[in-house]
């Protein structure tokens, strides 16, 4: 059974750049979820991703996109960097379906260091 | 919206010894799940327990059990025989249950740093 993965492992942009981050899930998983982790805190949830549609969003403004791709994996792209998107970026994937309980469990990838000049 | 509540920002024991890690949560919600996960300094962040709302009976996972009081909204997480990899940040987070599709992801806390000491 392979996991979580991402790529890449560190990233340097400077303010005002885009950045495309991405996350492939483990076998059989079709959800895809990403968390926004600052240093010293727990993580925060930017959006997620169920067969290749948006299926809920945090607190994170539209310059925060992301896709998820017909084999489930997914990329998080972020516009306009700002200081403070400075941040590990964590994809955690699942398996999860509508019309029943969308409660499985999600395991979490290596994640993005992401730092911003 | 939730809220996950860890007021233990760092903890210390010595090797062998039971430790328990406090998380406190707000909810309006009947129907959802508590996990604790392990961020060790290799950042990867580790299932270590899940619990369901809805079962009385409190999880377990070999050395990791979980005391969970749904009326007093508690849910803590207990290490025995703890060993010297059990070092990490430990996040306690909450799950609303959506019967019918849709997510809002899991809410963290802000962690427990604990410190296994040889």
């Known amino acids: 059974e392979t996991g979580v993965t991402q790529s890449p492992t560190h990233l340097i942009k400077t303010r005002g750049q885009q950045v495309t981050l991405r996350c492939s899930s483990q076998?059989?998983?079709?959800?895809v979820s990403w968390y926004q982790q600052a240093l010293g805190q727990g993580p925060q949830f930017i959006f997620q991703y169920y067969r290749e549609e948006e299926n809920g969003r945090g607190n994170f403004p539209p310059r925060f996109s992301g896709l998820q791709f017909p084999n489930y994996s997914s990329e998080l792209n972020v516009n306009a960097l700002e200081l403070d998107d400075s941040a590990l970026y964590l994809c955690a994937s699942s398996l999860g379906s509508t019309g029943r309980e969308s409660t499985d469990t999600q395991y979490f990838g290596p994640g993005t260091r992401l730092t911003v000049l | 919206a939730q809220t996950v509540t860890q007021s233990q920002p760092e903890m210390s024991v010595q090797e062998a010894e039971t430790v328990t890690l406090s998380c406190t949560y707000d909810t309006s919600e009947n129907n959802y799940y508590l996990f604790w996960y392990k961020q060790p300094p290799s950042r990867q962040m580790i299932l270590v327990i899940r619990?369901?709302?809805?079962?009385?009976q409190n999880a377990t996972e070999n050395r990791f059990s979980v005391n969970f009081q749904k009326a007093a909204k508690s849910f803590s997480l207990k290490i025995s025989d703890s060993q010297l990899g059990d070092t990490a940040m430990y996040f306690c987070?909450?799950?609303?249950?959506?019967?019918?599709?849709?997510?809002?992801?899991?809410?963290f806390g802000k962690g427990t740093h604990l410190i296994i000491q040889p």
């Open positions: 619990q369901e709302a809805y079962k009385q």
């Open positions: 987070a909450f799950m609303k249950h959506f019967a019918g599709g849709g997510a809002d992801g899991l809410t």
């Open positions: 076998s059989g998983h079709n959800t």
